[in-house]
């Protein structure tokens, strides 16, 4: 994989540029508080299992809640809440406060040292893209300027490690597969998906995973402090 003569690079945004899973978790409970103290009651959440079992159904009845996050959020909002409501006017409209409170919340994110620099460094080198299965704002982040592209499950209607993030992004920097590298901590979403789909990857590893797939096990970076350096002196261009 090294050595590649790139044209742009690409990256996913959740646990590559910041921790989600606090961020999730947090926005989660201040909404279920907030829609308990709205309605004054207690509402039986459930555990992981049956929120899983509720997505799957929700899925099920809609397919495109598989890539439409802020309307698959919406709908597990309201099955929890609408037995509170006999006017379905107010329903959808409590239900769209309680998913602005989760969405605001979602975007608290603490981005991960150093990757402002390593955004401002890099996009005076190379132009830039985000391919995310997630719903991000990057606008409310503060890192949108440094992106010529910003392609979410949403926009391709399907999520990594399904070809169309990839493809997307190929037709876009109008370059060959391979002349795009792709950063991503997903072993499957991002890095089995990008090699699939032709593309370069780097592997944001800041865990310390295994590589444990399948395949030739690819290049990477477990900080952004000498992100750079690393592309710079391992890829053309």
């Known amino acids: 994989f090294m050595r590649a003569?790139?044209?742009?690079?690409?990256?996913?945004?959740?646990?590559?540029?910041?921790?989600?899973?606090?961020?999730?978790?947090?926005?989660?409970?201040?909404?279920?508080?907030?829609?308990?103290?709205?309605?004054?009651?207690?509402?039986?959440?459930?555990?992981?299992?049956?929120?899983?079992?509720?997505?799957?159904d929700l899925i099920k009845k809609n397919e495109r809640l598989a890539y439409d996050l802020g309307a698959l959020r919406r709908e597990r909002i309201k099955?929890?809440?609408?037995?509170?409501?006999?006017?379905?006017?107010?329903?959808?409209?409590?239900?769209?406060?309680?998913?602005e409170i989760f969405f605001d919340l979602r975007q608290q994110v603490t981005l991960y040292p150093h990757v402002k620099d390593f955004l401002n460094a890099a996009a005076t080198k190379l132009p830039l893209g985000i391919l995310t299965n997630g719903n991000a704002d990057v606008?409310?982040?503060?890192?949108?300027?440094?992106?010529?592209?910003?392609?979410?499950?949403?926009?391709?209607?399907?999520?990594?490690?399904?070809?169309?993030?990839?493809?997307?992004?190929?037709?876009?920097?109008?370059?060959?597969?391979?002349?795009?590298?792709?950063?991503?901590?997903d072993k499957i979403a991002d890095i089995s998906g990008c090699i699939r789909a032709g593309l370069n990857p780097l592997w944001f590893n800041n865990k310390s995973n295994?590589?444990?797939?399948?395949?030739?096990?690819?290049?990477?970076?477990?900080?952004?402090?000498?992100?750079l350096e690393y592309i710079e002196q391992n890829y053309e261009f």
């Open 139 to 185: 606008k409310k982040i503060g890192i949108d300027k440094f992106f010529k592209c910003h392609f979410t499950s949403l926009d391709v209607k399907s999520n990594k490690p399904s070809s169309k993030h990839f493809k997307k992004a190929v037709e876009f920097f109008n370059v060959l597969p391979e002349e795009i590298l792709h950063v991503g901590d």
């Open 5 to 56: 003569k790139i044209k742009a690079i690409t990256f996913d945004l959740d646990d590559t540029f910041w921790d989600i899973g606090p961020v999730i978790i947090n926005a989660e409970i201040k909404t279920r508080e907030w829609i308990e103290s709205s309605l004054d009651e207690e509402i039986a959440w459930g555990d992981y299992e049956s929120f899983m079992l509720l997505r799957e």
């Open 79 to 99: 099955h929890h809440v609408r037995h509170a409501f006999s006017n379905e006017k107010q329903l959808d409209d409590f239900v769209e406060s309680a998913f």
């Open 210 to 227: 295994e590589w444990d797939l399948d395949l030739e096990e690819p290049p990477q970076i477990s900080s952004w402090e000498n992100a």
